[in-house]
T-cell receptor, first 112, second 117 residues
Framework: KNEVEQSPQNLTAQEGEFITINCSYS?????LHWLQQHPGGGIVSLFM???GKKKHGRLIATINIQEKHSSLHITASHPRDSAVYIC??????????????FGSGTQLTVLP | DAGVIQSPRHEVTEMGQEVTLRCKPI?????LFWYRQTMMRGLELLIY????????DSGMPEDRFSAKMPNASFSTLKIQPSEPRDSAVYFC???????????????FGPGTRLLVL
């Protein structure tokens, strides 16, 4: 079983829809990250969370440490949001090795 | 700021050849990470440096892979000899690490797409 599980693997939505991508992890963590990988391959860090909620524009990321679960929400989705969204965690056990363990990603396609 | 710079962007080589990937981190950043992305395994951390010193290379697949960071503005990842299963996209990322903080934002380069025939 992977330490980081994402769902769904693929998601197709109509423009304007509210989107939720989920991430569950099985280890204690220092932080959780949401990354966006564009169709051209570039990777952008969206959020880094250790508790609560963060918002940036139409993107909202939440984390529940007790339940070991995080969600990434996109409000009023747009075709330009089409990308792969990747959840990654820093296991607390990594100590000085600030490793990232990645989920397999969610391919989001927003249709006009 | 130019961001993290990687070269080459694309590399096609034949099995057995030596491959060298290069990375220039963001100026002022003190941590540098090498990742590999494949369809089968997704993104994986290969090695990371803090203040030019390799901290954790447990992700390096085997002795054919080596990484160096001779100074704060340059790092290389070398594969010798290369094999077809090394075909992947290799990303370099950098960050500014401050002691006592659990984590920091990593900035990714555009990646090098490697194909070993």
């Amino acid at each position: 079983k992977n330490e980081v599980e994402q769902s769904p693997q693929n998601l197709t939505a109509q423009e304007g829809e509210f989107i939720t991508i989920n991430c569950s992890y099985s280890v204690g963590i220092s932080a959780l990250h949401w990354l966006q990988q564009h169709p051209g391959g570039g990777i952008v860090s969206l959020f880094m969370l250790s508790s609560g909620k963060k918002k940036h524009g139409r993107l909202i990321a939440t984390i529940n440490i007790q339940e070991k679960h995080s969600s990434l929400h996109i409000t009023a989705s747009h075709p330009r949001d089409s990308a792969v969204y990747i959840c990654a965690v820093t296991p607390r056990s990594s100590g000085s090795a600030r490793q990232l363990t990645f989920g397999s990603g969610t391919q989001l396609t927003v249709l006009p | 700021d130019a961001g993290v710079i990687q070269s080459p962007r694309h590399e096609v080589t034949e099995m057995g050849q030596e491959v060298t990937l290069r990375c220039k981190p963001i100026s002022g950043h003190n941590s540098l990470f090498w990742y590999r992305q494949t369809m089968m395994r997704g993104l994986e951390l290969l090695i990371y440096f803090n203040n030019n010193v390799p901290i954790d290379d447990s992700g390096m697949p085997e002795d054919r892979f080596s990484a160096k960071m001779p100074n704060a503005s340059f790092s290389t990842l070398k594969i010798q000899p290369s094999e077809p299963r090394d075909s992947a996209v290799y990303f370099c990322a950098s960050s500014l690490y401050r002691r006592g903080r659990a984590w920091e934002t990593q900035y990714f380069g555009p990646g090098t797409r490697l194909l070993v025939l």
